[in-house]
């Protein structure tokens, strides 16, 4: 079907090829007025204007000559004659070279030829004759004086006429410049008016051709975007494009059979993931339960005895994985209750918050040598949130802080705001984080592998949790750290204002209290997360 409509390139091919034929005679056009122009141009250069210069010259030298006759009769030194004797030297040599230029002009060559008798005149009846009388008033003659001069300005008349014809060459060649130039821009402007006009006819005729299709493809998938699935398009135009609206058509029918394939697996998923989040809640409810009994027992049992020292080896070991399963489930409950259920926002005091979880912490860190550097404005920085959600976001990570910290080490806590932005920054100078696992923070149960090496505790599910958190409350969190230098940790919550009066999109409104069975709500955060 394709085959029976134009190809766009055969379009192209049949619109461009007249505008290419117009630029290339355009292109030859003002090629050849160069040319011309140049030519012209050399012509003065090299022939007219050297030939003038030469004219010039002999005048130069013949009055030269005759200057020399002159001061050696008036003063009859013999040096006053020097540039008579230099000028009789040059002359055989630039009435040759005068000779070389007689062709650029009929009659050209018979002036420089009477220019030549001339001078030999002026030589015969005057130069030579005067110094054979030599200087002073003894050998003046007025006959002869007047004699050379009638010559000599006869010569400079002859002079004067050749570099008449010398200019009139050069006249001509600019005229033919200048010709060839108007020539070379009337056709330019003209082509060039006949090129935009026939682009202007090929275009019109192109954009029906292919803008037409086009533009009903574009209606069409429009229409498909804004929700109508039954929209088609038509078949028309060059080849290319009906190609085009005949494989929309086809991916729009597939796409309408896909929509109803998506819509029951998007259902069955949703299905499938209340029912994951109802797994893992309860799971981790009837475990708790259990763990407790195991380990109320155990301490009974453990207490009853007199152990000698491997058993109570074994006693530790026990209590140890008890607590590490303790709080691995303690720490799904919180994470299920943060991810699957609405976060009530009220109006919060950040700076409490923060206060609260150094304080809780203080005596932990001072146990190991930790000093705390707190830096929380006096004025309190309100935001819209959970207090419950936040207090066990900053715990788990100023509780992070302290447990890879280094013994002696420090923790610095601070919160500042710029008005639209709370910001958080917990700094530690612990183990760090190696650079390749910066980018796996926040998977679930992933831990450093230098804290797994130093066999230090955590569920790999903390950082998970402050993440989902902070982005609950329309925030963002970033983690900078080198490897057995420090880490830092920086969490930015809008601060409550006109502009973040509304909850955050998904999350509960202010006072609407959160989903019955929240294991995690009436109580407070736990504490000891590893750092992901």
């Given at each position: 079907m394709t085959n029976q409509h134009p190809t766009v390139t055969s379009l192209l091919t049949r619109t461009l090829a007249p505008i290419l034929l117009l630029m290339v005679v355009l292109g030859v056009l003002g090629v050849i007025g160069v040319y011309r122009t140049n030519q012209a141009v050399n012509h003065v250069l090299d022939e007219v204007s050297p030939g003038l210069a030469a004219n010039r010259e002999y005048l130069q030298v013949m009055t030269d000559a005759e200057t020399g006759v002159r001061g050696w009769a008036i003063q009859g030194e013999d040096a006053a004659l020097q540039p008579y004797r230099d000028a009789l030297k040059r002359l055989p040599q630039v009435t040759a070279s005068l000779h070389g230029y007689e062709d650029l002009r009929p009659g050209l060559d018979r002036l420089i030829d009477e220019q030549s008798e001339l001078s030999e005149r002026w030589l015969a009846v005057y130069a030579r004759p005067?110094?054979?009388?030599?200087?002073?008033?003894?050998?003046?003659?007025?006959?002869?004086?007047?004699?050379?001069?009638?010559?000599?300005?006869?010569?400079?008349?002859?002079?004067?006429?050749?570099?008449?014809?010398?200019?009139?060459?050069?006249?001509?060649?600019?005229?033919?410049?200048?010709?060839?130039?108007?020539?070379?821009?009337?056709?330019?402007?003209?082509?060039?008016?006949?090129?935009?006009?026939?682009?202007?006819?090929?275009?019109?005729?192109?954009?029906?051709?292919?803008?037409?299709?086009?533009?009903?493809?574009?209606?069409?998938?429009?229409?498909?975007?804004?929700?109508?699935?039954?929209?088609?398009?038509?078949?028309?135009?060059?080849?290319?494009?009906?190609?085009?609206?005949?494989?929309?058509?086809?991916?729009?029918?597939?796409?309408?059979?896909?929509?109803?394939?998506?819509?029951?697996?998007?259902?069955?998923?949703?299905?499938?993931?209340?029912?994951?989040?109802?797994?893992?809640?309860?799971?981790?409810?009837?475990?708790?339960?259990?763990?407790?009994?195991?380990?109320?027992?155990?301490?009974?049992?453990?207490?009853?005895?007199?152990?000698?020292?491997?058993?109570?080896?074994?006693?530790?070991?026990?209590?140890?994985?008890?607590?590490?399963?303790?709080?691995?489930?303690?720490?799904?409950?919180?994470?299920?209750?943060?991810?699957?259920?609405?976060?009530?926002?009220?109006?919060?005091?950040?700076?409490?918050?923060?206060?609260?979880?150094?304080?809780d912490l203080r005596i932990a860190a001072a146990n190991r040598g930790i000093n705390f550097v707190l830096d929380v404005p006096d004025n309190g920085i309100r935001v819209l949130g959970d207090r419950i959600q936040l207090l066990r976001a900053i715990l788990n990570v100023v509780s992070n802080a302290v447990k890879f910290c280094r013994t002696d080490g420090h923790v610095d806590v601070r919160l500042s705001s710029d008005g639209e932005e709370a910001t958080l920054t917990v700094r530690d100078n612990g183990i760090g984080i190696p650079a390749a696992e910066l980018n796996q923070l926040g998977s679930r149960f992933f831990r450093g592998s230098n804290a797994v090496h130093l066999q230090i505790g955590g569920t790999g599910l903390g950082l998970r949790m402050v993440q989902t958190i902070v982005g609950k409350h329309g925030g963002r969190m970033s983690i900078d750290s080198e490897e057995h230098e420090f880490t830092l940790v920086t969490i930015r919550i809008p601060v409550l204002g006109p502009h973040t009066a509304e909850p955050v999109a998904g999350e509960a409104a202010p006072g609407e209290p959160t989903a019955p069975g929240d294991p995690a709500a009436p109580g407070e955060p736990t504490a000891g997360e590893s750092r992901e």
């Open positions: 005067r110094l054979a009388a030599g200087p002073g008033l003894d050998g003046y003659d007025q006959t002869r004086f007047i004699r050379g001069k009638r010559v000599f300005d006869a010569l400079r008349s002859t002079n004067a006429r050749i570099d008449a014809s010398f200019d009139a060459e050069a006249e001509a060649a600019r005229h033919t410049a200048r010709l060839a130039y108007q020539r070379a821009v009337i056709a330019v402007i003209v082509l060039t008016v006949l090129a935009a006009f026939v682009a202007w006819l090929l275009a019109r005729r192109l954009r029906r051709r292919v803008a037409g299709p086009l533009t009903d493809l574009e209606a069409v998938v429009r229409q498909q975007a804004s929700g109508d699935v039954s929209a088609r398009a038509r078949v028309f135009g060059p080849s290319e494009v009906a190609a085009v609206a005949a494989a929309f058509n086809t991916l729009a029918e597939e796409n309408e059979k896909a929509r109803a394939v998506e819509g029951a697996s998007k259902e069955r998923l949703l299905q499938l993931d209340h029912a994951k989040d109802d797994f893992v809640s309860n799971v981790s409810h009837e475990l708790r339960t259990p763990l407790t009994s195991i380990r109320g027992y155990l301490e009974l049992v453990q207490d009853g005895q007199d152990a000698d020292p491997q058993t109570e080896q074994m006693w530790r070991v026990i209590n140890r994985n008890v607590d590490r399963l303790g709080v691995l489930i303690e720490d799904l409950l919180a994470l299920a209750n943060v991810e699957s259920h609405n976060t009530t926002l009220t109006e919060v005091d950040l700076g409490n918050v923060v206060h609260d979880v150094v304080t």
